[in-house]
């Protein structure tokens, strides 16, 4: 059975370090923003890791142990090397010194080279609030003399995942081909029940339908089928073009 690590980041046995670390204010997140590419670096054999800020509750038809069992099962549908939950409270997620250095805590155990957040401008407080204490963890992850666990660490690169509550006409500075793991994505969005599918509207086109729309309208931007969208703060640096579309 999948474990979702509770227990903080004290607790976090020695792994070999992170490719790739998507943090995610609530749970589903992760999946919505960029679950096809999670699943993508997965199967090219890449250490990708997930960390949920909160438990995403209270909602109408959730509870944490709805959410927690929802999660387990979305995690499945990607076959991450390791998720995570950092405990915070839903809905009152704040920027503080002590939560500040609980995230960094993570970098420092983890040691990802890449730190994918939320996309900086939204409607969701808690997505805001996650992106500032990311950008913030990163840069504390690295300090010396402290009480934070683990050795310094500084990841090398963060980036950015379109999961917003505003309606945007996003210029992404790149896309992600996630025609191969699409089916992925939808499986582990769809198994949050309690939050795509109870309560909600059946008539077309439903959340999923424009989850949909939106993968196919990114895909086409590439000329491929399904696509995910990413922004960056920091030039890319390329060593190569032979990967390029």
């Avoid at 995230?103 to 080279?113: E, H, N, Q, T």
């Avoid at 808690?126 to 840069?139: G, Q």
């Avoid at 081909?177 to 309560?199: N, R, W």
């Avoid at 993968?215 to 032979?242: C, D, H, Q, V, W």
Wanted: net charge negative.
């Amino acid at each position: 059975m999948i474990q979702i690590h509770t227990d903080g980041p004290d607790s976090i046995e020695p792994i070999e370090p992170l490719d790739f670390l998507v943090v995610a204010p609530h749970p589903d997140d992760a999946e919505i923003g960029m679950g096809g590419t999670i699943a993508k670096m997965v199967n090219q054999g890449m250490r990708v890791g997930i960390l949920d800020l909160t438990t995403g509750e209270p909602t109408p038809f959730g509870s944490e142990e709805i959410r927690r069992a929802e999660t387990i099962k979305a995690t499945g549908c990607l076959n991450p090397t390791w998720r995570g939950n950092a405990g915070l409270t839903n809905r009152e997620l704040v920027h503080t010194i002590d939560t500040r250095k609980h995230i960094a805590s993570y970098f420092r155990m983890l040691r990802p080279r890449w730190v994918f957040a939320p996309y900086f401008h939204d409607a969701h407080p808690d997505h805001v609030v996650a992106t500032d204490l990311i950008e913030a963890a990163r840069f504390y992850a690295k300090l010396s003399k402290t009480d934070m666990p683990g050795e310094r660490f500084h990841p090398e690169r963060l980036y950015y995942y379109f999961c917003v509550h505003l309606r945007l006409a996003v210029q992404p500075d790149w896309i992600v081909d996630i025609s191969e793991t699409f089916e992925q994505k939808l499986a582990s969005i769809q198994a949050y029940e309690s939050q795509f599918v109870q309560g909600r509207p059946t008539e077309p086109p439903t959340m999923i339908d424009r989850l949909k729309t939106d993968a196919a309208y990114f895909g086409n931007l590439i000329a491929r089928r399904y696509g995910e969208p990413f922004a960056t703060k920091e030039p890319i640096a390329l060593s190569s073009l032979r990967d390029m579309l």
